[in-house]
């Protein structure tokens, strides 16, 4: 099945080390989330952007809309050991027929205390 | 904390075999979704329900069916379980709006723990 590209594939940091991982797509989309999930549960929301160029925040992450809407950045400032996780970006044309969800290949993210 | 539950949690059938997965919807929520989710992958939509019928459906086989029930709740059902249809299932509920102006938070989906299947 389709699924969007996601770099990098793993992170290994540092506790308060800052974080940046993106998604890209060859289709534009007019909504992007990007989720969180841990082992064995299911995906969690973090941010939804729905507007091109949008930046939005969640404490200590920040998120933005690609201008080209085929693109999305997620940064995590500060990181702290329970950030650990698998981060999933997703892409949506919210409106259409369903609210069905892209998914990225997934970013591992493993920060060393 | 998403107001989604699903069941069960785990379970184990073999091939040929058929499996029912259960998922309750969020509270106020009208929509749900299902995704397969293979190991070391993303979750991949298999379909959606709105008013008790399927509204979209990705690459997957007719074994693959679903319902949802007047209360939004839903079942997946899926038939002949092969091999590799071994994965977590993932219920998402989210709302969908009638009324014109939808607003942003309908985009939204919010997902369950899943039910991990195993298929030997």
């Known amino acids: 099945g389709q699924q969007l590209n996601q770099s990098p594939q793993s992170m290994f940091i540092q506790e308060g080390e800052d974080v940046s991982m993106n998604c890209t797509s060859s289709s534009i989309f007019n909504t992007w989330l990007w989720y969180k999930q841990d082992p064995g549960e299911g995906p969690v929301l973090l941010i939804a952007?729905?507007?091109?160029?949008e930046l939005t925040s969640n404490g200590r992450l920040t998120a933005q809309f690609g201008i080209t809407r085929k693109d999305s950045f997620l940064n995590i400032s500060a990181s702290i050991p329970s950030d650990v996780g698998i981060y999933f970006c997703?892409?949506?044309?919210?409106?259409?027929?369903?609210?069905?969800?892209?998914f990225g290949t997934g970013t591992l993210l493993a920060v060393q205390p | 904390e998403t107001g989604v539950t699903q069941s069960p949690t785990h379970l184990i059938k073999t091939r040929g075999q058929q499996v029912t997965l259960r998922c309750s919807s969020q509270s106020g929520h009208n929509t749900v979704s299902w995704y397969q989710q293979a190991l070391g992958q993303g979750p991949q939509f298999i379909f959606q329900?709105?008013?008790?019928?399927?509204?979209g459906r990705g690459n997957f086989p007719p074994r693959f069916s679903g319902l949802q029930f007047p209360n939004y709740s839903s079942e997946l059902n899926v038939n002949a379980l092969e091999l590799d249809d071994s994965a977590l299932y993932l219920c998402?509920?989210?709302?969908?709006?009638?009324?014109?102006?939808?607003?942003?938070?309908?985009?939204?989906?919010?997902f369950g723990e899943g039910s991990r299947l195993t298929v030997l």
């Open positions: 329900y709105y008013r008790e019928e399927e509204n």
């Open positions: 997703a892409g949506q044309n919210y409106g259409g027929a369903t609210n069905k969800l892209i």
């Open positions: 952007l729905y507007k091109a160029g």
């Open positions: 998402a509920s989210s709302l969908k709006s009638t009324a014109r102006g939808q607003g942003r938070g309908t985009g939204e989906l919010f």
